[in-house]
């Protein structure tokens, strides 16, 4: 008999892997249990199903489940949650939608078990139009909630990635929105000058920010009618939570699988856990910070899929390393985009043992005589002893996916004057001859020097 490969979750990391396995070795068999109904569906692009730039739900799905079981002879079981894991037996415990309970025995796990929306200690989290938004039943409830409810104020509780696509999404139904945000600017992670520019954009387009602000919940007597802050209360009609995921890890923490500082799984560089046929990957797990050189939890898409892929090949026999992490993101502000890689916190910088130097600038996005250019502004960050880059960040209307080239040179080691020598492409219609990227770098080699 073969061996057999169970995967707990069936969205990025767990169908990355189980198509791999059977790529790999068809004679495997591949068993995934999956305990809601959706699998391998593009997250990133529910506010733009709320929105209305992508028409169906089912546009979001990559892979359907019959494709899975079909095409592709995956033992894709939805609706079935996995109870407990027993590393010792080598089975986890299953329980089907109809009540049923058994154990399936595994020679490779997977936990890929993902994230869930942080849902604060808020009054009235529980009251009707109060939302939050990480998967797509999530999305499906607020777009039908906002097309038959026609709600005319917004209260939009983070300015994050979520927050900010989700006051676009809004916005675009006529929905006045505002944006509430505990900390002094939204997108806190990409740094101030990219923060500045989104906020400056955000009320250019109707979005009333209400930084520094608080919430402590919401209230109204059917449906959502108010927010409350610390000193006021304020109207809304519809709310959205997106203030961060947390990792589902109680299945794995139950079963003896170690934890992180972070949070989330530890694993190796393979994604093992400290189970040597144990694996975990996707937005439960840590990776490795390919800056810090230690643990870091930054659940993204590209991040969990390709820890899918290796785990796949290394259980097919080709061991074959996750990959590191920079941290590169990248998020639409109606028609601005702001992007981000590396480390630009300092004081975290400082905390991994650099003494970080920082420079911006702002140019063009193409030659200076070429029409529809835009301003970008460009953030580099480097250690000041031994030049080595740190993190990056570009705002602007065109141009922020110049990110990729920061993030390529940290995931290369390089130093600020290795990355101003990088030959890169020119023409007028798509940068001027010093790209923008280029010329931070120059600038920040000169303060180094």
Request: hydrophobic share 40%; net charge negative.
């Amino acid at each position: 008999m073969g061996e057999t490969f169970v995967i707990v979750g069936g969205d990025a990391a767990g169908m990355s892997a189980a198509s791999k396995v059977k790529r790999e070795n068809p004679e495997m068999e591949v068993v995934v249990f999956e305990k809601g109904e959706w699998v391998s569906y593009a997250a990133c692009g529910m506010p733009y199903y709320v929105k209305g730039d992508v028409a169906e739900l089912d546009d979001l799905v990559t892979v359907t489940p019959e494709e899975f079981r079909d095409e592709r002879d995956i033992d894709l079981r939805t609706g079935h949650e996995v109870l407990e894991i027993d590393p010792e037996t080598e089975r986890v415990t299953v329980a089907a939608e109809d009540g049923e309970r058994f154990a399936q025995a595994y020679d490779y796990l997977l936990v890929a078990t993902g994230a869930t929306a942080i849902e604060p200690p808020f009054d009235g989290l529980d009251t009707d139009g109060v939302f939050t938004i990480h998967d797509m039943d999530e999305a499906d409830a607020i777009e039908r909630y906002v097309t038959e409810e026609s709600p005319d104020v917004a209260a939009v509780v983070g300015g994050g990635y979520v927050g900010i696509e989700m006051a676009e999404a809004l916005a675009a139904h006529d929905v006045q929105v505002h944006l509430y945000e505990m900390l002094p600017h939204v997108l806190q992670p990409f740094g101030e000058p990219v923060a500045e520019a989104v906020e400056a954009h955000l009320r250019d387009n109707g979005v009333e920010l209400h930084l520094d602000t608080a919430v402590d919940g919401f209230g109204g007597d059917g449906p959502v009618e108010r927010v409350h802050l610390e000193d006021e209360t304020r109207p809304a009609d519809i709310a959205i939570v997106g203030v961060g995921v947390t990792p589902n890890v109680d299945l794995a923490a139950d079963a003896g699988l170690e934890l992180g500082p972070t949070g989330a799984v530890a694993t190796d560089e393979y994604g093992r856990t400290n189970y040597e046929n144990v694996f975990a990957a996707g937005d439960c797990a840590e990776s490795r910070h390919v800056v810090t050189g230690g643990p870091d939890h930054v659940p993204l898409a590209l991040t969990a899929n390709r820890a899918g892929r290796a785990i796949g090949q290394t259980v097919t026999g080709s061991p074959t390393p996750v990959g590191d992490i920079a941290g590169t993101a990248i998020v639409k502000a109606f028609d601005l985009g702001a992007a981000r890689t590396g480390i630009l916190d300092e004081d975290r910088a400082r905390g991994a043992g650099f003494d970080p130097v920082s420079v911006t600038i702002s140019a063009s996005s193409r030659a200076h005589y070429y029409p529809n250019g835009a301003e970008l502004t460009v953030t580099l960050s480097a250690d000041r002893e031994t030049g080595r880059l740190l993190g990056g960040s570009l705002v602007g209307a065109e141009g922020v996916k110049r990110v990729d080239t920061i993030a390529t040179a940290l995931h290369g080691g390089m130093t600020v004057s290795e990355l101003q020598n990088v030959d890169l492409a020119y023409a007028p219609p798509f940068s001027p001859v010093w790209d923008p990227v280029l010329t931070a770098a120059k600038v920040l080699a000169g303060q180094l020097e």
